[in-house]
C-alpha cells in the first residue's frame, strides 16, 4: 500500500529503496535508473542476458503505481503490436483506434534487438514526441511516459543493432555487470528459501513522478558548466576517430541528466562531478566511431576519456 509521501527527498528514498529491495549491489545503476525517470527520458539497460536488465526494468516499473505493460521483443513482432491498429466496427459503420502495448506510463521493451528495424523504428516517433500517429491520426500518450529498454550485445546471434536514430532517443545507455559475491550469495539465498520472485510495491503515483521532473527542471547549473558541456559536445564532433559526433539532443540530454543527478543526491546545483560522471551513459551510445576497414580505429569510451582527460574542468 502506498504512503503519502510529501518531500522530494522523501519520494526519491522511497523508490530507491523499494527497487533495491530486488537489484542487490547495483547502486549506481539504480541510481542511473532513477536519473532517467526524473530527467523524462528513455533509458537502454545492455548487457550479457542472466545479469539482471529485465529485473532492473520490472522493478522500476512496478515501484510506480503507473499503468505498466511489458512488451517481448521477437523477430515475427509487427508494428501493429506495439502502436495499435484501426479496426472496422460495423455497428458504428467507421474504424476504430484499438490502442497497442505503447500507451502506458512505463513501457518495459525486453531485448529490444532482437525484434526487426521495421517494428523498432514505430518507437520512434513514440519515444521522441510523446504521441502515436496510425492511419492519418494522432493519439497523445499518456504522462509520464518512458520506454526502459533492455538489449543483449549486437555479438550474439539473433540480433538487430539499433540504428543511430533510434539509439539518440535513448537517454542514457547503462550496463549492469555481473554482481560481487555477496550480492551474488544473496542472490542465492532466495533461491534456496523459494523467495527469488519477491514482488515490488508501488512507492509513487504518477503525480509525484510528474512533480520529481518538475522540480528538477529547478536545479541550478552555472554557465561555466554549460560552456563546459558545450566544449565536450564540439570536441566529439571534431575528434578525428569520431565519424558522429553528439547531437543537439545529446547536448540536452546531458544538461537535463545533470540536473537530475544532483537533485538525486540531496543538492540543488549541479557540479563539474555530475557532467563527468554522466557523460558516458549519456554519449557513448550516441557516438559512431571511425572505421579503418571492418574494425575500428578505438573505442568509443577511450575517446571520451580522451576528451574528459583534454578539456579545461571549470573551477
Known amino acids: 500500500m502506498m504512503t503519502t509521501l510529501t518531500s522530494t527527498r522523501e519520494r526519491i528514498a522511497a523508490l530507491r529503496s523499494a527497487i533495491s ?3 542487490k549491489g547495483k547502486d549506481d545503476a539504480i541510481e542511473l535508473a532513477i536519473v532517467a525517470l526524473i530527467a523524462e527520458g528513455h533509458l537502454l539497460i545492455e548487457d550479457v542476458p542472466g545479469v539482471g536488465k529485465t529485473t532492473l526494468g520490472h522493478a522500476l516499473a512496478r515501484a510506480l503505481d503507473c499503468n505498466f505493460h511489458r512488451i517481448q521483443f521477437t523477430s515475427d513482432l509487427l508494428p501493429s503490436d506495439v502502436l495499435g491498429v484501426a479496426v472496422f466496427n460495423p455497428k458504428l459503420n467507421e ?3 484499438k490502442p497497442g502495448a505503447i500507451f502506458s506510463n512505463i513501457v518495459l521493451a525486453d531485448e529490444i ?6 517494428t523498432q523504428s514505430a518507437l520512434l516517433e513514440a519515444m521522441n514526441e510523446r504521441q502515436v500517429t496510425v492511419e492519418s491520426a494522432t ?3 499518456p504522462k509520464p511516459f518512458m520506454v526502459l ?6 555479438e550474439h546471434h539473433g540480433t538487430y543493432p539499433l540504428p ?6 535513448f537517454l542514457m545507455k547503462i550496463e549492469m555487470g555481473y554482481p560481487d559475491p555477496s550480492a551474488e550469495k544473496e542472490i542465492l539465498k532466495r533461491f534456496t528459501n523459494g523467495n527469488h520472485d519477491k514482488t515490488v510495491d508501488p512507492v509513487l503515483g504518477p503525480n509525484d513522478v510528474l512533480l520529481l521532473q518538475e522540480e528538477s ?5 552555472d554557465e561555466r558548466l554549460v560552456d563546459y558541456i558545450i566544449q565536450l559536445v564540439n570536441r566529439t564532433r571534431t575528434h578525428p576517430d569520431v565519424e558522429l559526433g553528439i547531437s543537439p539532443r545529446g547536448t540536452v540530454a546531458l544538461f537535463r541528466t545533470a540536473q537530475s543527478l544532483a537533485m ?3 543538492r540543488s546545483y549541479v557540479t563539474p562531478d555530475d557532467v563527468k560522471r554522466l557523460a558516458f551513459p549519456v554519449f557513448t551510445h550516441r557516438l559512431v566511431i571511425v572505421r579503418s576497414g571492418a574494425r575500428a580505429r578505438s573505442d568509443a569510451r577511450t575517446v571520451l576519456q580522451s576528451i574528459l582527460d583534454e578539456t579545461p574542468v571549470p573551477a
Open 95 to 97: 474504424f476504430e483506434f
Open 113 to 118: 534487438n532482437r525484434t526487426t528495424p521495421k
Open 264 to 266: 538525486v543526491d540531496g
Open 164 to 169: 543511430e536514430s533510434q539509439l539518440d532517443r
Open 21 to 23: 529491495a530486488v537489484i
Open 149 to 154: 529498454a533492455t538489449q543483449n550485445p549486437v
Open 217 to 221: 527542471r529547478t536545479i541550478r547549473m
Open 139 to 141: 493519439y497523445l500518450l
